[in-house]
């Protein structure tokens, strides 16, 4: 028994120094671009029924978190599928690798929001560029699995999250602007770089 468990994990550590070592073709360059189009139409729906999201950043912070879940849904699905067909035997090892890759960045996003909701409302104002720079940081950790022109988003969302704070910190306002436009921005360059380093127009999709 001991030797058959032995075996297993032999198994599962070469499946994942294989993984490791495979570029990961979960993302498709569609289903990426449609979150850039989710960024925008929040953007505008805040924009014309938000009238003070600084005064109301529960609304602002919910609106964003639920266009981030539809945004995560879609690509979990489209991961999925993806993965299962280019991947092979490899698709759930290749689908976690992916996750554990981005899923600090995610996490220390969703919790920054919820300390300065909770204990530094005043802060709120840095939230949109503090989560474009936990993006890059995502980004970049993703670049060992995924086309290497991939860190061009990377630094796009760097750029922007400093760009962001260094705006806001004239007027510690919310705006769904500069939330929404280098998310948008941000989404589409992602797809823009998975479709040429592939050449996946996801019509087999």
């Not at 499946?15 to 990961?24: E, K, M, N, P």
């Not at 981005?102 to 005043?122: C, S, Y």
Request: net charge neutral; glycine share 8%; proline share 4%.
């Amino acid at each position: 028994m001991r030797d058959l468990d032995k075996a297993l994990a032999d198994i599962l550590a070469i499946r994942s120094q294989i993984a490791a070592g495979t570029a990961f073709r979960g993302y498709g360059p569609a289903t990426v671009a449609a979150t850039s189009g989710i960024a925008l139409l929040t953007t505008v729906a805040q924009h014309l029924w938000l009238a003070n999201p600084t005064a109301n950043p529960v609304v602002f912070l919910v609106g964003w978190a639920a266009a981030a879940f539809v945004s995560a849904g879609l690509i979990w699905i489209e991961m999925q599928a993806r993965s299962r067909r280019h991947h092979s035997g490899l698709a759930d090892a290749m689908v976690q690798q992916a996750i554990e890759q981005f899923l600090p960045a995610a996490v220390a996003g969703v919790l920054l929001a919820i300390l300065q909701w909770k204990f530094a409302p005043e802060t709120l104002w840095m939230l949109p560029g503090l989560w474009q720079v936990l993006v890059s940081i995502g980004v970049f950790a993703s670049v060992r699995s995924l086309p290497r022109t991939i860190a061009l988003g990377g630094a796009w969302y760097f750029l922007s999250g400093f760009t962001v704070l260094l705006i806001a910190s004239q007027s510690h306002t919310l705006s769904p602007w500069t939330m929404g436009v280098p998310f948008a921005i941000g989404q589409l360059l992602l797809a823009a770089l998975l479709y040429f380093a592939s050449g996946d127009n996801d019509v087999e999709d």
